[in-house]
């Protein structure tokens, strides 16, 4: 109860200042409707604070909306679907993927939110690398009972006061983020009884963040792990 209350308040002032300044700017746009430059130039900044309010009010939603039951789901083709999901994100960066994955690596999961997290990893690490050399690695790997999935960029890494509060809700550096994406990633991985881990550095020649998520790995004798399609 007191984390869904701090989480409302923490969105009413995610909501409200988007809302806000939509308001002022159309307030300002019809006084100055004869300025055709002025209309266009606040129309677009009306169209930008529009998509983080989408952005906001989506991702707040995704964890709330109910879900069909847990599945058996190969977490390579997962990983395989992010990656097609956003092979024109990473051409267009000129980021060099390098990914190893290893099979069989199934565990019970909700697909889709498993998919929403390995995304989102994928989209910070694009965020945080460089223009040229940008390199990102991808593994999907088992180890006993665990099946880890890591991604590890060469990017700008994190700097201590970001890091000391990664998880937390609208924790963001970023203009057009909402700071819910890996707040949501952690609660989707632990739903799932596994665990979202992360190391950086800034230090150059060495500098770079890899995210680790472990999840519990089961065993082949289930039935056919259900397939997904990007
Ligand atoms: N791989 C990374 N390298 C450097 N910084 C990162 C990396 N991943 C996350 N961060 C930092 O953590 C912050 C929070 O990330 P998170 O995914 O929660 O939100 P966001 O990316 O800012 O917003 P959104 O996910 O809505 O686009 C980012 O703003 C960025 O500063
Ligand atoms: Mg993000």
């Known amino acids: 109860m007191a984390l869904a209350s701090r989480l409302a308040g923490a969105l009413m002032h995610e909501v409200n200042n988007p809302l806000e300044a939509i308001t002022n700017l ?3 746009t019809k006084l100055r ?3 055709p430059a002025l209309v266009w130039e606040n129309m677009g900044i009306i169209e930008q604070q529009l998509a983080i309010l989408s952005k906001v ?3 707040a939603l995704t964890f709330h909306r109910t879900q069909a039951e847990a599945q058996n789901w190969d977490l390579v083709a997962i990983a395989e679907s992010a990656l097609k999901l956003h092979a024109d994100k990473i051409t267009r960066h000129g980021v060099t993927v390098d990914s190893r994955f290893q099979r069989p690596a199934v565990t019970r999961a909700f697909g889709t939110e498993i998919l929403q997290v ?3 990893l994928i989209l910070n ?3 945080a690398l460089p223009r040229e050399n940008g390199r990102l690695s991808f593994r999907v790997r088992t ?3 665990a099946i880890h999935i890591t991604l590890a960029d060469n990017g700008s ?3 201590a006061h970001v890091a000391q509060r990664l998880f937390e809700p609208y924790m963001t550096t970023k203009t057009q983020g909402t700071g819910l994406g890996l707040w949501l990633s952690q609660r989707i991985i632990v739903k799932h009884s596994g665990t979202l881990r992360f190391r950086t550095s800034q230090k150059p020649g060495r500098n770079g963040t890899t995210f680790r998520i472990t999840l ?3 065993s082949l004798s289930r039935p056919e792990p259900a397939k997904m399609t990007a």
């Open 26 to 28: 159309v307030y300002l």
């Open 33 to 35: 409707k004869d300025d």
């Open 57 to 59: 009010t989506s991702q």
């Open 118 to 120: 390995v995304s989102n």
């Open 125 to 127: 690490a694009l965020d």
């Open 143 to 145: 180890h006993g009972e």
């Open 157 to 159: 890494g994190i700097p």
């Open 216 to 218: 519990p790995l089961i």
